[in-house]
């Protein structure tokens, strides 16, 4: 167990540094397992050369991806290039993204043949299709970066995918051939032919995008709508095929080998029922696993399916934990980065609370109430998980889940599991019916989850704790979860709720802080005292669907624990400016909204832009509109002697300084106070060593 758990070190201690180290960094790694060993030590000795080890493997895989970067002379440059669709398009609005492998090299951007690129493009009703190589020309770009905790990370993202560039199409594309027949193919035929299968039996159904995720892990046909829902009610975990499908796939398919092999005497004197049933459940749970796309949970699962497999081919009972362990290891040794992944952590955080609670405190009750406690302890133990990746809560997803876990386990999920297997017979009727009645007993339910998920707390938005917090949230809440006499276990869970409600921290009386976002081409700046918060600008509303609002506002303001907007001033109707005033406004109903221009004919809910004035906490803030008809709305900011000017044209200009224009990318922060203004980039509380250029939206 301890070596188990140096590896996972070693790999976890790569991931944190800032940059990529040199070589020699990693063959010093093995000199403390050295000195160990000349002083005596000989377990802590070989403990240190498994997490050296560890710590290479996690090098060597970085290394690897990030050799075949695009050239830098190749950004900003239009590239024609050969590539093959590998999954299934995804509708984004009216654009299209395409996950693509290059089917030949491209000299122009030094990219290998088989390197991995996401594109977006706009294409009619022809446009590419999974199997299909395509003739396209892209542009490279910079990836995004994270400018506050809870942004996301466009670089990390493609590490983890082992993406090599991201991006749009330019002009007119070609079709050229299909994928040849391979592995990839064979998967890539099997889901289609499954999907045309579900897509016939649930033409224009609501719930048909649920139902393919639940069968071949695509989720692109879920709505947004049907996400909000999902995400209020804490129930995403039900959508995809995850561990818990797996291990329903393979125990249904033990327990039928089971019994049909018990029926042939011939084959029980030669081989154990219990043996022979391992080898159709294992298939079935890795076949089920690859067509999700063998994501961290479902990697999990497979793993310790063939484990437990072994050990029963071995007649050994593998210890749950030392199971979970090897799982792990597994996991991380196939892919190093997916300790990135949010997945890795709730996936083996969840399986870690049920065996804890499971194995210490359940021993002597009954069934109802086993079900309960591991509810419980499930939804208690990953809310530091939670808190630290997403910011975010779900308040009613204990009561949710005692409902929607075992509708989906025993109705959604059976009935989905034999619509794909009577998909191959000659009676469609069978398979079209099983499909139906899955996104039927969806249906049902789903009312349940919108009354719930409409609570106006059902959803908790905190500042996501620095990861120092949340290891102790974790370990309190672990305390909190002991078997019965351990001493003070209250103590735990009231240490856990302190650290994770640790108030967050505010500008002083009379001082603001003033941050503006880097969106694009849009303007979002934040203006925050002690007690007020005002945004002036709502960005930009992206053409292929979602908006400056939902992927940069609301995260920031939830990075720096403000649950709503005291005020909203738009500058006026400019595609930049209000394009994500509708998603800010729908988490900030009590909010106050004052427009430059015409807000009758595009802002209802605004006001006409008028000379104001407030003193917030000692800050005096100022809204003025320009003298001509249909002006502009400036902001005005002063602090003492400190004077701040926000003009949506020429920018911010601080104390009569020459101004400075909105940022594109890395946003702009400022602390005003009565004697002095201190100015600095908004950077990435967690910073990434991988960066690879991707492809410009």
Not at 521 to 527: D, E, L
Request: charged share 10%; with cysteine; proline share 8%.
């Amino acid at each position: 167990m301890g070596l188990i758990l140096a590896f996972t070190v070693g790999v976890l201690l790569l991931q944190i540094l800032p940059e990529l180290p040199a070589p020699l960094f990693g063959l010093l790694m093995p000199l403390p397992a050295l000195l160990a060993r000349l002083i005596g030590y000989q377990r802590l000795s070989l403990s240190l050369i498994v997490l050296a080890a560890g710590f290479g493997w996690a090098w060597f895989c970085a290394a690897e991806i990030l050799s075949h970067r695009p050239a830098q002379a190749a950004l900003q440059q239009d590239i024609p290039i050969l590539a093959c669709v590998t999954d299934f398009p995804r509708q984004v609005g009216r654009r299209t993204d395409l996950f693509v492998r290059l089917k030949t090299p491209s000299a122009e951007a030094e990219l290998p043949a088989g390197s991995r690129l996401y594109l977006h493009g706009y294409f009619d009703k022809t446009g590419p299709q999974a199997r299909e190589c395509w003739q396209l020309t892209v542009r490279l770009r910079q990836p995004r970066i994270p400018q506050f905790l809870g942004d996301f990370d466009e670089s990390a993202w493609l590490f983890r995918q082992r993406i090599l560039a991201v991006g749009s199409v330019i002009g007119a594309a070609e079709h050229r051939q299909d994928i040849q027949p391979n592995s990839l193919e064979v998967w890539l035929r099997l889901r289609q032919f499954l999907a045309l299968r579900i897509n016939v039996a649930l033409v224009d159904h609501p719930y048909l995008g649920v139902i393919r995720g639940l069968t071949i892990g695509d989720v692109t046909g879920i709505s947004r709508s049907q996400w909000q829902i999902f995400s209020a009610t804490g129930t995403t975990h039900l959508i995809a095929i995850s561990g818990q499908h797996i291990a329903l796939v393979a125990g249904m398919v033990y327990l039928a080998a089971l019994a049909i092999w018990r029926r042939f005497p011939a084959g029980l004197a030669r081989l154990s029922a219990q043996r022979a049933a391992t080898i159709p459940a294992t298939l079935a749970g890795y076949v089920y696993a690859g067509l999700a796309g063998m994501g961290v949970p479902t990697q999990r699962a497979v793993v310790m399916l063939v484990m437990a497999s072994l050990g029963v081919w071995l007649s050994r009972q593998i210890h749950p934990w030392r199971l979970l362990w090897l799982a792990l290891v597994g996991v991380l040794m196939f892919d190093p980065s997916s300790s990135l992944a949010p997945g890795l952590w709730l996936s083996f955080g969840a399986v870690a609370c049920l065996l804890y609670v499971g194995q210490y405190r359940l021993a002597r009750t009954g069934k109802l109430r086993q079900f309960l406690s591991l509810q419980w302890a499930v939804t208690w133990g990953l809310v530091p998980v939670v808190l630290f990746w997403f910011g975010t809560q779900s308040l009613v997803a204990p009561l949710v889940n005692l409902l929607a876990v075992p509708w989906y386990s025993v109705v959604v999920v059976p009935l989905a599991l034999l619509g794909l297997l009577f998909s191959p017979l000659p009676w469609p009727l069978l398979s079209e019916g099983c499909f139906y009645g899955a996104a039927f007993a969806v249906e049902l339910i789903w009312p349940a989850w919108q009354w719930a998920a409409s609570f106006p707390m059902a959803m908790l938005s905190l500042q996501p704790p620095p990861l120092w917090r949340a290891i102790i949230a974790t370990l309190g809440v672990f305390w909190y979860l002991a078997p019965r006499g351990w001493p003070s276990r209250w103590l735990g869970l009231v240490t856990a709720v302190i650290i994770l409600f640790w108030p967050a921290q505010v500008p002083s009386l009379a001082s603001a802080e003033v941050t503006a976002l880097g969106i694009g081409k849009g303007i979002a700046v934040v203006i925050r005292t002690q007690n007020h918060t005002l945004l002036y600008g709502a960005g930009l509303k992206h053409p292929g669907g979602g908006d400056s609002g939902t992927q940069a506002i609301l995260p920031y303001l939830r990075s720096i624990g403000v649950g709503s907007l005291d005020s909203l001033v738009l500058p006026a109707e400019r595609s930049g400016w209000t394009g994500g005033y509708r998603s800010v406004l729908a988490q900030s109903s009590e909010t106050a909204v004052w427009m430059g221009g015409d807000p009758i004919e595009y802002v209802p809910e605004a006001l006409p832009c008028s000379e104001q004035q407030w003193d917030w906490d000692g800050v005096v803030v100022s809204i003025t509109s320009d003298a001509q008809p249909n002006g502009f709305c400036h902001l005005q900011l002063r602090v003492g002697d400190s004077l701040l000017n926000l003009d949506p044209e020429q920018g911010v200009r601080v104390n009569g300084e020459p101004p400075v224009a909105f940022p594109d990318s890395a946003g702009l922060h400022w602390r005003f106070t009565a004697r002095q203004v201190t100015s600095s980039q908004l950077v990435p509380p967690r910073r990434r060593y991988w960066q690879p250029p991707t492809i410009i939206p």
